[in-house]
């Protein structure tokens, strides 16, 4: 009996060091693919640590997906070696979107309208969509849906599409609206809200060029330059959170500035999110089309294409595509888009 128990024993042992030396493989590729480095043999155990718990994370998430019938994929992203509580605080905002009664909101559209939306749309290969940023360790999201909604309507309004400056935003924008009686401020990596950074941009006569205000992914000194200005805007409009009304005016006036509830995204690979999702609005985004396809699983899903500042080795390149008519992820509950009525 001693015999076999020490055998087990042994045994166990040694597929415990396989499946150790298997995760630390798997997190020098990682470390190697996404340039990760650490300052001391016990951050990089703590990270490493961290790593393994995510990695079975995911596996489960996978389960999940499946058991659910979902075709959302989950693996190895750039956050694969911090914790999700680190995830949101380094990388999701911390300024609540919420509303200020007084900012305008766009009228419905009419039946007819809303009836004969086409049944698919993307404003990427129309060329009103520049390519996809990276917010870096900064939850300066915000900044990047605001500069992704202007810079399609200054396409739209005539002009070359025009990467803009987030770093302009981070640094010079410290808006403020009043809610309940307390003050919610852009507050650069902090967070920060679209419409406040629209007040911005209309008071400070525009907006600078990302060429001429390059990003930081830190707090920083205002370095607005009016000389350098790439775009400016004249108003702004919240939108209906109906979201056939959304998709009308995402295809009559461009891609729209959004906030949802990013947690569950940490580990996001591919394929339509239609996952249980929570609805704190703790991160901004860009809607720039949606479309509808027929899952591995034979289900039928509308979605919309959602534009993520989080790099393109994150998600579809950089992309995800969230469940649409089911206000998934509170994606519906805080859209806005900037207005311009003037000529370059």
């Known amino acids: 009996m001693m015999k076999h128990l020490s055998v087990a024993l042994l045994l166990s042992i ?37 790593f393994e718990a995510n990695m079975m994370l995911i596996k489960q998430k996978n389960i999940d997906a499946q058991q659910r019938m979902s075709d959302t994929r989950f693996g190895i992203t750039q956050f694969a070696d911090i ?10 905002s911390s300024v609540p979107a919420v509303r200020d009664p007084s900012w305008p909101v766009a009228p419905d559209y009419d039946d007819e309208v809303t009836a004969n939306l086409p049944p698919s749309f993307d404003w990427r290969p129309k060329g009103a969509v520049t390519p996809v940023k990276n917010q870096g360790d900064c939850g300066s999201c915000w900044s990047f849906s605001t500069t992704g909604n202007i810079e399609g309507q200054w396409f739209l309004a005539g002009n070359p599409l025009t990467s803009l400056s987030e770093q302009n935003l981070v640094d010079c924008d410290t808006e403020c609206m009043t809610y309940m009686n307390q003050s919610v401020c852009d507050a650069g990596c902090d967070g920060g809200l679209q419409p406040n950074a629209y007040h911005y941009v209309m008071s400070a006569g525009g907006i600078d060029t990302e060429s001429s205000y390059p990003y930081l992914a830190v707090d920083g000194k205002c370095h607005f330059k009016p000389a350098n200005i790439g775009a400016k805007i004249n108003n702004f409009t919240m939108v209906s959170s109906n979201e056939t009304q959304m998709a009308a005016y995402l295809v009559q006036h461009g891609p729209l500035a959004i906030a949802a509830d990013a947690a569950e995204w940490q580990f996001y690979m591919g394929g ?44 579809e390149q950089g992309y995800l595509k969230v469940e649409r008519g089911t206000g998934e992820c509170g994606l519906n509950d805080f859209v806005s888009s900037s207005i311009i009525t003037h000529d370059k």
């Open 272 to 315: 339509v999110f239609d996952l249980p999702c929570g609805k704190s609005l703790d991160h901004g985004i860009l809607i720039v089309g949606y479309g509808n396809e027929t899952t591995i699983f034979g289900h039928h899903v509308d979605y919309w294409i959602v534009k993520n500042s989080w790099g393109a080795t994150w998600g």
């Open 14 to 50: 040694v597929v415990c060091l396989v499946s150790a030396s298997l995760v630390e493989d798997e997190f020098l590729a990682f470390q190697k693919k996404f340039n990760k480095q650490y300052a001391s043999e016990a951050e990089y155990q703590a990270r490493l640590g961290t």
């Open 83 to 92: 914790s999700p509580a680190e995830f949101r605080q380094k990388y999701l």
